[in-house]
């Protein structure tokens, strides 16, 4: 029990992490008309973001694997705070990037670290748990911390998201100074030994799959705010509530995904998922006027975009048993790196082609990725029957 809210003080750290990094796209209107910019070259702030977290992250763990992990858990949130300190207080679009990459930075070191170090506070037995509860603290900030980002940057300005992120951080700095004990770094794993499982083709469709799956959401997700009020013309007070509810069914979404991957398989969980994300894209296109088909369409979408997230995580670690720790941190990047090609893409779109068809784009990328999931299952089966003929 002592070690249970220690836990949930690393969760609240994803918290801050995921609100940081989703809560972009729920203001994107806000600061493109703050700035003086359009919302596509807005949306590349996401893609900065991404892509810094995305290759940043594996060579500044590989570079402080040794150090203590408390400090370099406090190390690591003292830049992220900084950073969010700095996109508070700076002016202009220029130097809000700069300070996006040294928050996408802070916040890898900071994710990967709290979920080592609530592995090794857990109680025997216990470890797997303390991970997802650190994970859910990036669920939750869908459902809150997006949502009531657009409040705050209503009442008081966009900026001040940023400012309140960096003082529940700094409360959260004291804590973790305080309660969490020294720990020794892990032994290094070099970049080369961890890139090397990329050769495997199962591996490498695998990421695929989690490369066009989140690649495609992102592509759509990232402009969702001015999506909904320029295309579906739902006012301000009805955007929030739309954010609200969109976040409650990514958590209802990412539990069914797990279910239904124990209960009925990953391919099938992967191709029905993508399958009902695909549809609700392409609905959201049609939905017009109509309020309540517009949230039922966000709901649809979110439950069926996030059921595919741990049945991915799942399938990676399924094909490499043995290296589940770099298959998850692959993952990650893969993650990262096809959110900031989604955003880049889908700001192209918006100022070449149009807004209202990003849903169409984005549908596309998932599409891929189900032919990516029949392959996968394809490869499988036949390594199967390769392995019993032995």
Known sequence: MESTWKVYVLALISFLVGTSEYVISGILDRIAETLGTSVAAAGQLITVFSLAYAIGTPFLMALTAKMDRR???????????????????????ALFIAARIIMALGAGMVVVTALSIAAKIAPPGKQAGSIATVTMGFTASLIIGVPLGRMVSTAFGWKTVFLAIALVGIVAMVVIAVSIPRMKGDKPIPLIKQFALLKRPQVAVALGITFFWLGGYSLAYTYISPFLLEVTHLNDSLLSAALLVFGIASLIGSKAGGYSADKRGITFTLASGMLIHIISLI?????????AAVFAILILWSFAAWSSGPTQQFNLVSLAPESSGVMLSLNQSTMQLSMAVGAGIGGLIVGHVSLASITWFGALGVMIAIIATFVLSGMTSRRTEVQAAD
């Open 71 to 93: 400090k370099l858990l406090l190390y690591s949130l003292g830049l992220f705070i900084a950073a969010n300190l700095l996109s508070f207080a700076l002016p202009g679009f």
């Open 283 to 291: 609905l959201l296109s049609f939905a017009g006027h109509s309020v």
